[in-house]
């Protein structure tokens, strides 16, 4: 688990691509890598990867298919920034909102201008999330824990205030660009819980006596 209050900002130092997936090596930049072991995670972009070696100033990861089927991490080249953060400890302060590092999907940002000493910014997210995102509700973005300003239907405001634009890769971000997106978990177990009951009554009345004689499983 994560909090999504960027630790680092590291670079992309080696991709090496074999039989579909890839593995990177990610210079850590400032991120104190003393207390990081084999097997732990690291939040690249908001995408939670497995450290399988750890070296004096940097660490490798393996990146699955999958994750490059819905995350915009495969687009990674060398030398590209990256926003860097450890998994959270159990006596870390939780400064953003829980984050898992499994992102939901990619979005597209359509606008960027600045106010005063912040920047704004609109994305646009997959129509399937748009129902988990909500007005003052928290998401993460490139692994950033950020507040919804604002909603005008699949898209959504952000505002990113000095301290976060000095900490992380946003301010360099313009329209078009791809980030990767995870929604409030609280939001995901909240749909849950009000749609299992539906789910269950469903599941009991999809298989009947009176239907599997309609179907001519019973004579």
């Known amino acids: 688990m994560f909090t999504g209050i960027i630790e680092s900002l590291g670079s992309i130092r080696q991709v090496h691509r074999s039989q579909g997936d890839i593995k990177l090596e990610i210079s850590s930049g400032e991120l104190d890598l003393s207390d990081v072991h084999l097997g732990d995670s690291i939040a690249v972009n908001g995408v939670c990867l497995t450290v399988t070696a750890v070296k004096a100033r940097s660490f490798v990861a393996d990146v699955s298919v999958e994750t490059m089927d819905y ?16 998994a959270l400890m159990p006596t870390s302060r939780l400064g953003g909102h829980i984050v898992s590092g499994h992102v939901d999907g990619v979005g597209e940002i359509t606008e960027r201008f600045d106010d005063a000493r912040s920047i704004r910014m609109w994305i646009k997210a997959p129509t399937d999330l748009a129902r988990y995102i909500a007005h003052k509700g928290s998401i993460t973005v490139d692994g950033v824990s950020l507040t919804v300003n604002k909603i005008d239907g699949s898209r959504f405001e952000l505002n990113i205030i000095p301290h976060t634009a000095e900490r992380t890769l946003l301010p360099s971000y313009r329209p078009g660009r791809r980030v990767n997106l995870e929604v409030d978990v609280i939001a995901r177990y909240l749909e849950r819980l009000l749609t299992a009951d539906k789910d269950s009554e469903a599941a009991s009345e999809g298989v009947t006596l009176a239907k599997l004689a309609e179907s001519g499983f019973l004579k």
């Open 71 to 86: 995350t915009s991490i495969g687009q990674l080249q060398s030398g590209n920034a990256v926003n860097l953060e450890k």
